[in-house]
C-alpha cells in the first residue's frame, strides 16, 4: 500500500473552479473513476475521478473551496490489489455491475460532429446519438431540453430507455439548443440527428456561457454520461411528495455519482427539491427526500399510502385563473389523513333505512318547559344515542375492532359512542362513554357540552379517543342521505339526515308520518348485510317507540 495523492485533473480549460460536493469521506474505499467530489464553473459542473483504485485517507478541500488544475484535493492509499479486501471485493462487485449497465459512450472521433456553419461569432453544429453500448432503435422517453435553452457540457439532451436501462444523452457542447430533430417515442440508434446548437466561438457574444468547441469537447471526453436509473434496481417509487411536481421539461441538475445515488434508493429525482448551487442536487437532499417520503408513509402519507395506489399529481392551477395558497392546519391534515386510510382500508358498504319519529318527536317536544327548566335542549341526538347503544348491545358484532395482523377479533365490553361535530376548524369527534348507563337529559347535557368544547377547540385527547361506533347527524342542516366513512377501527357508523314528514300507507290509507332518514355504514370485513339490516331495522323500532328503549 502507497499513499498518492488525488490530484485536479485538466478542468477542459476552466482556471478556478469551486468545490460544490465532496462525495466520500476519509476512509471509504474507492474504485479508479468513482466520483470523489464535483466541482463546478461558469459553465459546467464535473465530477473528479478517483485516480486509482485504494483507501481514501484524507480530503484537504471543503465545500466552497476554489481549486484549480495540478492541486492536491485529498490522498489515497493506493490497493496493491484490487480484490485484496472485502470492501474492495465490495467495490469491484459495484463496477462489474456498472459496467454492464448501458452507457451512451460519446466516442471522440465517432460523435465528434463536423462544424455545420459559421455565422459571425457563433456556428452551429449538429448533435448526434453517441454509441448507445451496442443498442439499438432504443426509444426517447424524454426530451429533457427545449429550443433556446442555455445549456452547458454533459447537461441531459434526452433520456432514452432500452430494455435494461434508462441513460441520459448529455450535451457535448455549451450552447444555445437550436432545433430539436426528435419527439418522445422516436426510436434512436448511433448517428441518428438529436439536435442543433448554436455554439458562440471564442470572443463572442455568450462565450461567458459556453466553452469554444473544442474545450467543450475535451471536457465531454472527461465526464461521464451515466445510465439514469436501472430497470433491475428500481424501487417501487414512495408516493406522495413533500415537493411539488415539477412542470414537464423541468430539468433536473445532479452529477452522476447523485444520480446513482438516487437510482440505488428508487428516488425520483424530479421530486428532489436541490439545494446546491444554482439549485443542484447533491445527496444531502437525496437523503432528506427519502427520509420525509419514509415519515410520511409511515403517517399515513397525505397524498398516498404506501398501499401501492398513485398519489394524485397537481396542475399548475394559476394556469387557469388566480389563486392563493394557504397551510393547511394541523387538525384538517390530520382528518384527511385518517378519512384517506379509513377509505382505502375499508371496504364500506351503506345500509338505508327511515325511521318514523312522529311518536319521538311529540315526546321530545312535550320535553321543551323541562329541559327550559334545566337549562338545555334535547334533540333528537340523545334519542339516537340511546337507540344506537341498544342496537350495539344485541348486536355486538358492531361493537368489534379488527386486529388483522394477529388476526383476532377484538370484541369491547363497553359502549362509547362518538359524536361528530361541525366546527369552524373542522369535524371534531368527541366520544360519550358509556351511554348505555346514562339517561337521555344526562346524554343531552353531555353531548351539548362536548359539541361546545369541540368548538372552543378545548376538547381533552381523552375526550376524543375509544369510540365503539359514531353518529354523524347532518339533520339539523338538511339533506335526504348520504354515506358517512366508517371511523376505522371501529366499524360502523351511523349517518342521519333531515327528518321531514311523508306519507305512510298503514294499510287502509296514507299517514302523514315524520321520516328520519338512517344511512348506517359498515366495514364489510366485520360486518355482513343481514346484520346491518337486523342494525338499521331495531333501530328504527327503538326510535319508532321508544318506550321499547327502557326494556
Ligand atoms: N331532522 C330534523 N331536525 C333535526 C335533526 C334531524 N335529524 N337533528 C336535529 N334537528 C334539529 C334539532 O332538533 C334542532 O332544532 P330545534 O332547535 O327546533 O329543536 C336543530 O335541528 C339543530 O340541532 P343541533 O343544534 O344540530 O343539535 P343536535 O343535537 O341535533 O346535533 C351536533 C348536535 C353536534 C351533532 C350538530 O350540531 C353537528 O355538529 N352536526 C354536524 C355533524 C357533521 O358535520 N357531520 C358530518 C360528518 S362527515
Not at 74 to 80: F, R
Request: contains cysteine.
Amino acid at each position: 500500500m502507497s499513499e498518492q495523492e488525488i490530484k485536479v485533473p485538466d478542468l477542459g480549460g476552466a482556471d478556478e473552479v469551486e468545490v460544490i460536493e465532496i462525495t466520500v469521506s476519509e476512509g471509504d474505499s474507492v474504485q479508479e473513476e468513482d466520483p470523489i467530489l464535483t466541482v463546478e464553473s461558469d459553465k459546467a459542473s464535473v465530477e473528479l475521478p478517483a485516480p486509482g483504485a485504494g483507501k481514501i485517507t484524507k480530503i484537504t478541500v471543503k465545500v466552497g473551496d476554489k481549486v484549480k488544475e495540478g492541486d492536491v484535493v485529498g490522498l489515497y492509499e493506493a490497493s496493491d490489489d484490487a480484490g485484496g479486501s472485502d470492501a474492495g471485493d465490495d467495490a469491484k462487485e459495484e463496477k462489474t455491475e456498472d459496467k454492464a449497465e448501458a452507457k451512451p459512450e460519446a466516442k471522440s472521433e465517432d460523435s465528434k460532429p463536423a462544424p455545420k456553419k459559421k455565422s459571425g461569432g457563433s456556428r452551429t453544429e449538429l448533435v448526434k446519438v453517441p454509441s448507445l453500448d451496442g443498442f439499438d432503435d432504443v426509444p426517447v422517453i424524454e426530451i429533457n431540453v427545449a429550443e433556446g435553452d442555455t445549456i452547458g457540457v454533459d447537461d441531459p439532451l434526452v433520456t432514452v430507455e432500452s430494455d435494461k436501462a434508462t441513460m441520459e444523452i448529455p450535451s457535448p457542447y455549451a450552447g444555445k439548443v437550436g432545433k430539436i430533430l426528435v419527439k418522445e417515442g422516436d426510436k434512436l440508434s448511433e448517428g441518428n440527428d438529436l439536435l442543433e446548437m448554436t455554439i458562440e466561438e471564442e470572443g463572442g457574444e455568450a462565450d461567458e456561457a459556453s466553452d469554444s468547441g473544442e474545450q467543450a469537447q475535451a471536457k465531454r471526453q472527461d465526464s461521464k454520461p451515466q445510465p439514469t436509473s436501472d430497470k433491475q434496481e428500481s424501487a417501487p417509487q414512495p408516493q406522495g411528495s413533500t415537493y411539488e411536481p415539477p412542470a414537464a421539461g423541468t430539468k433536473v441538475h445532479a452529477g452522476p455519482a447523485v444520480r446513482k445515488l438516487a437510482r440505488e434508493l428508487g428516488a425520483d429525482l424530479a421530486r428532489v427539491k436541490g439545494t446546491g448551487p444554482k439549485n443542484r442536487i447533491i445527496k444531502d437532499d437525496v437523503h432528506a427526500y427519502v427520509k420525509s417520503q419514509l415519515q410520511q408513509a409511515q403517517q399515513g402519507g397525505s397524498v398516498g399510502t404506501g398501499s401501492g395506489i398513485p398519489g394524485v399529481k397537481l396542475p399548475d392551477f394559476s394556469q387557469f385563473g388566480e389563486i392563493e395558497r394557504e397551510s393547511m392546519s394541523r387538525m384538517m391534515f390530520a382528518t384527511a389523513n385518517n378519512m384517506q386510510r379509513s377509505w382505502l382500508n375499508v371496504p364500506h358498504v351503506t345500509q338505508f333505512d327511515d325511521a318514523d319519529i312522529t311518536e319521538m318527536e311529540n315526546f321530545r317536544k312535550s320535553q321543551k318547559a323541562a329541559g327550559e327548566k334545566r337549562g338545555m335542549k334535547m334533540t333528537p341526538l340523545p334519542f339516537l344515542l340511546k337507540a344506537c347503544a341498544a342496537a350495539l348491545a344485541e348486536l355486538p358484532q358492531f361493537n368489534v375492532a379488527l386486529d388483522m395482523e394477529r388476526k383476532e377479533v377484538v370484541r369491547k365490553k363497553y359502549i362509547h359512542i362518538g359524536i361528530a361535530v361541525d366546527t369552524p376548524n373542522g369535524l371534531m369527534v368527541p366520544v360519550i362513554r358509556d351511554v348505555d348507563q346514562k339517561g337521555l337529559w344526562e346524554l343531552a347535557a353531555e353531548s351539548a357540552e362536548l359539541a361546545q368544547k369541540a368548538r372552543d377547540k378545548q376538547l381533552k385527547p381523552a375526550e376524543m379517543q375509544g369510540a365503539c361506533f359514531t353518529i354523524t347527524s347532518l339533520g339539523g342542516i338538511g339533506g335526504t342521505a348520504f354515506t358517512p366513512i366508517v371511523n376505522t377501527p371501529e366499524v360502523a357508523i351511523l349517518g342521519v339526515s333531515k327528518a321531514s314528514m311523508k306519507p305512510v300507507w298503514d294499510g287502509k290509507e296514507f299517514q302523514p308520518r315524520l321520516l328520519l332518514p338512517l344511512s348506517l355504514s359498515y366495514d364489510h370485513r366485520a360486518v355482513n348485510g343481514a346484520d346491518a339490516a337486523r342494525f338499521t331495522n331495531l333501530l328504527t323500532q327503538l326510535l319508532g317507540d321508544i318506550r321499547t328503549l327502557l326494556l
